[in-house]
C-alpha cells in the first residue's frame, strides 16, 4: 500500500466516521462539529485529488457558509449542554432504512456501471480553465446554470432581508 | 453570613449569584449576566445584574455592599479629631476633600476660624487631588473604551502630584492632612516650587491628553449620544458634580455655596449640555484646566501665619444638628453630623455622590448595548468605597 | 427665598407642620400621615419648587425613629430640612421614590440599615446587606454583632 | 550567495539520493512538520515579546527586562509557566469541545503556513491557488471560537463568541475583495506568480490609488478578522472579562494565545506578499543598476522586514486607538469597507484590463 492510498483511507474514514457520528449524537452543537469534520474530510480527498480549486471551495463554501450559519442557529435556539430526547423506536428504523436504501442505490449503480479510463487527453484544473469552463457559452460550457443559480441566491438574500425586516415591528 | 470565624468547608452551601432575584427580568430570549463583584470594568467590587436581550440591555440593577465597612457606625465611636481620618477610605481618590467636608463640619459646630494660610493650603491641596482623581478617571475611561494607553500617560503625571502630597502629608493616597481648625502640619518648603513645576508640565500634558483621545474619532462615537441623561432627570435622580453638570445642571458647590476661599478665586463653573457620555466627558477635561487656574492664582499668595487654629484638646461639638457639603472630584459630598453634646457623634451620615450618581445607571442604560455600558460606567466616575462606604 | 417667607408659605401649605429654626436651614416636623401629599406640594408648588432631594438619612434616638430628608431646589436655591418621627416598633413613611427617583436607592438603604418600611416603595429589597441578612438592622443603636464589631 | 533556497534544494537532492521516493517524501514531510512547529514556537516567543516591548514603548514603560538579557527570555519564562499551570475544564461545560477547541485553533493556524513564501522558492506547498488557499482555510478559524465559547458554558464565551461570528464572517469579505484586486491584476492566484509580477516594483507603487485603498482595506478586515484591537469585540475585557476565552487556563488558554499571534503573522506574510512584493527586493522599474544591488540583500529578509513592519502597525493600532462597539463595528464593514471595495475591484479590473498600471 502506498502512502497515497493510506492518505485516502484516512481521510476516507475521517469523513464517514464523523457523518456517522453526526447523526447519532444526541448534543446538537456536537453533530454539528461532526459535520464539519465530515466536510473537511471531503474537502480533504479534494486536495487529495489535487483539485484545490475545488477542494478551497468545499471549505469556503460548507465551512466558512453553512456550519457556521447552522452553528449560529443552534445558538439562538437551543440551550447550552442539552442534550437532544431519545428519538422513537419508529423513526429510528424508519430513518435506518431510508439510508439503506439509499446505500443500496449507490451500489447498485456502481455496480451496474464499470469504470473505464478515459482516453482523452488530461485537462489541467487550473483556475483559468475553470473560469472559462465556467462563463463559457459553447459546448460544455457551464454560462446558463451559473447565473440560474445566482438568480436563486439572490431571491434567497432578498427573501431573507424581507423576512428579517418584518418581524421587528411585532416585537414592541 | 460569612464571618471571619467561619470556614466555609462545603463549597456547595455558598449561595448562588441571586440570578432569580431580578425582577422585571428574565422573560424569553432574556441573558442574565452578572457583572462583577469581579470585574475588569467595575473598578471595584460592584456587582451589576444585567438583563440583557441579544446586546441590548433591558435592565440593570446594581448590588452593593461587597466593600461595606459601615463607615458611619464606626464614626460613632470615635471623637472628632479622629473620625476625619475614617473618611480619607471613603472616596481614596478624594481623600483631602472628604477630610475637608468633615473639618469644616467640626469647625462649623465648634465656630472654630480656621486661620487664612490654612485655608488657602486647603484648598491647593482639594484641587491638586481633583486633578489627580480626574486622572485617574480618564486614564481609567480610556481603558473601559478600550485604549489602554491613556492609562500610563495620566499615570505619569498623576504621579507628580503623589510626590507632592507625599512630601507634605507623608501620604500617597490616604493623606490625613486636615484636622478641626487646620492643617496637621506646615506645608513643605519646596511645596510651591513643586507646584508650580507640575503647572507648567500639566498644562502641556493637557492638551497631549486631547489628542491621544478626545479627537478620536471611534472614541467620539463611542461617547457621543451615549448614556443619555437628561436634566430633569438628573435633579431627580440627586446626580452631582460633573456626572450632573454634563447635563447643564448648575450644582458646583465650590460656587453655590463656597467654603475656604473660593469665593476669593476666580474660577469658571464647567457646564455642558450634551447631556450624553461625551459632555460628562468633557466637562471633566475641562474641570482640570479650571482647577490648573484656581492653583495659579493662589499658589504664589500663601499668607503667612498659622496653619492651625488654638483648639481644646478635646472636642464637644454643642447639641444640635450640622451639615456641610463640599464639592469632591464626583460631585456633592455632604456631612451630616448629629451631636448629643458628648466627644463622639451620635449620629453622621455621608451623603456620597457616587451613591445618587449610581442610581442613576439604570435609567440611562436602558435600551443601549452591552459596550456602552462601560461607557457610562467609565463617565459617571464611580468610586465603590464612596458608594459602599 | 428667606426662611420667614418659607415658613409662611409652608405654614399655608400643611397647617399642623411644626417648624424649628434654630439650625442653618429652616427645619419642617410632619407626621408621616401627612408626609407623602406633603411631599408633592414642595415638588410642584411653584413658589418652592423642591426638586433635589439631596440626603435622605434616619436617626435613631433610642426612643423613637426619626426620617431626615433635606431638600433644595435647584431653580430658587433654596434649603429646608423634613423630619418625620417615627414609632420604633414599628416604623412605616410613605415612600417618595416617585417624586426623588434618587429616594429609591437611599430608602432601600434606610430599609435595612433602620428597618423602616417604606409603603408603595417599588423594590424595596437589601441594597448594601448581603442576600438573606436576618435580624436586625446594624445601624440602630441597639445593634450587637459580638464577632465584627470592636467596642473602644 | 547564502540562501534558505541552497538548504532546501541541498537537502531535496541528499534525500532522493539515500532513499526511496515514498521514504523521502515521509522524511521531508517530518522535517517540513518540525520546521513549522518550530517556527511557531520562535514567533510565538518573538511576536509575544515584541508586542510587549511594542506597547511599553508606546505607554512609556520599560516593558520585560527582568528575565534573560533584555528580557528577552520573558516569553519563555511565561511559556513555561503556562506549561505547569493547571488546565481546568469547567463543571457543565462540553468536555469534548471544550478541549478539541484550542487544538483546531492551532491546526489552522498551522495549515495557513502552507504556502507562505518565506524566501525565494522557499516555500511548503506552492498551491496554484495560494492566496484561496489561504482565505478560505481562515474560515475555518471562526470556528473553533465558537466552539470555545460554546463548550464554556459561559455567558460571557457564548456572546464573545457570538460578536466574533459576525465580526470574521463580514470582515471576511472586504478582506477578499481586496485580495481579488492584487488576483485581478496578476491574474494569478498562484503566490509565486504574484511576487515574479512584481519583480518591477511593489503593486502598491505601481498599482495607482485602488491598490493602495485595498491595501488600507486589507489592513482594517485583517485586523478585524484577528480579532485585535480596535476589533477586540470578541475578547473585549472591560465588557466580556475576556470573551470566548474567560474559561480557558493553562496552556489550552496559550494555545489560543499562540494562534492569535500566528494568525497576525499570517496575515501580516499575505499582505507583504500581496502589496509589498513579499520576498522580492526593492525594485524601481528596469533600472538593472539598482535593482541589483537590492538583490545583495537576502530574499528571507526582505519578506520577514515586510511582515514585521506590518505586525508593528497592527500593534499600533492596538496601543492607540480605542474599542469600536458591535454595531459600529458591522456598520463599517457592510455600510463603507464592502461597498468601497467593491467599486475598487471595479476599478482595478478595468485598470489591469486597460494595462493602465505601471
Redesign the interface.
Known sequence: M??STIIFYLLAALTLVSAVLAVTTR?I??AA?YL?FSL?GIAGIYFWLQY??I???Q??VY??GI??LI??S??LTQQ??DELPKQKMGRQLFSALAAFCGLALVLLQIAQHAFVETGGEVVAP??ANIGNQMLGVNDGGYALPFEVVSILLLAALVGCIVIALKSKPEQT | MFRETEIVKDVSSIPPFPQDAVQGGGGAGDLIINVGPQHPATHGVLHLVITLNGETIKKVEPHLGYIHRSIEKMCESLTYRQFIYVTSRMDYLSAHINNHACALCVEKGMQIEVPDRAQVIRVIMDELTRIASHELWWGAMAMDIGAFTPFFHAFREREKINEIMEETCGARLTMNYYVPGGLRADMHPDFQKKVKEFIVLFKRKIDEYDELVTGNIIFINRMKGVGMLSKEDAVSFGCSGPAARGSGVHCDIRKLYPYAVYDKVEFDEILETGCDSLARYMVRIREMKQSVRIIEQLIDHIPEGDFQAKTKAVLKLPKGEFYTRVETARGELGVYIVSEGATTPYRIKFRSPGFSNLSALDSMARGSKLGDLVAMMGTLDLVIPDIDR | MEKEELKTKIAELLPAATFEESGEWLNILVTPADWLSFAGQLRHDERLLFDYLFCLTCIDFKTNLTMVYHLSSTTFRHNIVIKSVLDRARPEIESVSHIWKTAEFHEREVYEMFGVDFLNHPDLRLLILPDGWEGKNPMRKDFEDPVNMIKL | MWSLTNISTGIHDWLIQTFNPTWALIIEMVIAGIAVIGLFAVLGLVLVLMERRVAAWMQIRLGPNRVGPFGLLQSAADTVKLLVKEGMTPDGADKFLFNLAPFIAMMVAMLLMVPIAFAKDFQLWDLNIGVLYVSAVSSIMVISILMAGWASNNKYSLMGAMRSGAQIVSYELSAGLSILTIVVLTGSLNINDIIIAQADGWWIFKGHIPVIISFVIFIIAVTAETNRAPFDLAEAESELTSGFHTEYSGMKFALFFLAEYINVFIVCAIGATLFLGGWMPFHIGNWESFNHVMDYIPSSIWFFGKTFFLIFVIMWFRWTFPRLRIDQLLNLEWRYLLPISMFNLLLATAIAILGWHF
Open positions: 502506498s502512502g448534543m452543537f456536537r462539529i464539519l473537511i484545490e480549486f477542494a478551497a471551495v471549505i469556503v465551512v466558512g456550519v457556521v452553528i449560529f443552534i445558538f447550552a449542554g487550473t483556475v
